[in-house]
């Protein structure tokens, strides 16, 4: 019960720092890709203990505005995707207590954009955001950008007694899709009127 209201405590302290960068992070080494990786897992807590923060599996919710686009990225804590001129980074993630209400989930993101600083300018690695964004109080702190918008869906961690859940979007709901486009899916075709059964004849006296 402590833990989970110290956990809640943070969110509440972290979300007030706005802006605040938690370590040093020149936008100079943005650029450099990852190597591709396996999907994050989350490992089981052992015993009484909750998951540790450099466990913990963040998903994001990523949208282009100009395409409609949207796309689920599954980030370990620490680790960051590029996608694109978009790189996302997450440096921390958490979530109340399955015993604790309202149910809250937070992740400090960095979001940082390739664009020209002004029109004609050469593209350089802009930081466009670092700080909480928070599942159920997205006004809390607002991504802005004209172009793409931010949002976190899950924090996946464990407390103690609760089942391992695995982290979000790890299906093919992951992949880009278009928000509120596309073709709708044809009504299911209306199941055949059962045929009455004949009655067997009557037998001649």
Not at 55 to 84: C, F, H, S
Not at 113 to 142: M, Q, T, Y
Request: proline share 13%; glycine share 6%; charged share 20%.
């Amino acid at each position: 019960m402590k833990r989970g209201f110290a956990a809640t405590a943070a969110l509440a302290l972290l979300a007030s720092c706005g802006q605040g960068d938690p370590a040093a992070d020149p936008s100079a080494d943005v650029a450099t890709k990852a190597a591709p990786r396996p999907v994050p897992r989350l490992v089981a807590a052992k015993g009484t203990e909750v998951t540790p923060n450099s466990e913990r599996i963040a998903t994001i919710g990523l949208l282009n505005k100009r395409n409609n686009i949207t796309r689920d990225l599954v980030l370990k804590v620490g680790e960051r995707q590029q996608i694109g001129n978009v790189v996302v980074r997450v440096q921390s993630c958490e979530r109340t207590a399955p015993w604790e209400m309202p149910a809250e989930t937070g992740a400090f993101v960095q979001f940082y954009v390739e664009e020209p600083p002004s029109p004609g300018a050469d593209k350089i690695w802009r930081k466009i955001f670092s700080g909480w964004l928070f599942k159920n109080s997205p006004a809390l702190n607002v991504v802005e950008h004209p172009v793409y918008d931010v949002w976190v869906k899950d924090c996946a961690m464990n407390f103690p007694g609760e089942e391992a859940k695995p982290a979000a979007a790890a299906s093919p709901k992951s992949a880009p899709k278009a928000s509120g486009s596309g073709a709708p899916s044809p009504a299911p075709s209306p199941s055949p009127a059962p045929q009455p059964v004949a009655s067997p004849a009557a037998e001649p006296a």
